[in-house]
């Protein structure tokens, strides 16, 4: 993934200069958070990636069962010792908004979800070679090649599965 990709993206998602970015990217992956407060945010391990915007109303009771974290750990690092504990089941523990994006490197599978009632949206992009998402449809077109079928394809997650709560493993 191009780096370059990512920062064209998180920059157009960006609606003001002195929003917190951040990103992680490798050949295999892009992913990156761009926010105006202290919810969004990324992590990476040898076997996953997250990112994430989220308010968490249980997270400390999450944080108490995953003895493996630091408390002053971000969502995105407590997403990922979830994930790699519970798998996709870590979702129905969650109590809060949230959009959540996890590439396992193990796997080489990405895991997409947003709270049950799409409070934190999530619009992704499929093409034949990537899965392009972003919180907001004008962060899919500036990936190169995409804008065509991103015209046509970007979808909202919560539009695809109601309200019953959104996820889209692949």
């Known amino acids: 993934m191009d780096t370059r990709e990512i920062e064209a993206m998180v920059s157009t998602l960006a609606l003001q200069k002195d929003w917190v970015t951040e990103r992680n990217c490798n050949a295999e992956f892009g992913l990156g958070i761009t926010s105006p407060t202290t919810t969004a945010s990324t992590w990476k391990s040898a076997q996953v990636a997250v990112a ?82 972003a919180s907001q449809p004008r962060g899919i077109s500036k990936r190169k090649g995409s804008k065509a079928r991103q015209q046509s394809s970007t979808r909202k997650l919560s539009e695809l599965y109601g309200c019953s709560g959104a996820a889209l493993c692949l």
């Open 52 to 133: 994430c915007d989220a308010d968490i109303s249980n997270q400390d009771i999450i944080r108490t069962r995953l003895s493996s974290i630091r408390w002053d750990a971000n969502l995105a690092e407590m997403f990922a010792e979830l994930y790699l504990r519970d798998g996709p089941e870590l979702l129905n523990q969650l109590r809060g908004v949230f959009a959540i994006a996890i590439w396992d490197f193990r796997s080489k599978s990405l895991l997409l979800a947003t709270d049950r009632f799409g409070v934190k949206p999530l619009c992704y992009s499929a093409t034949t070679r990537a899965i392009i998402f």
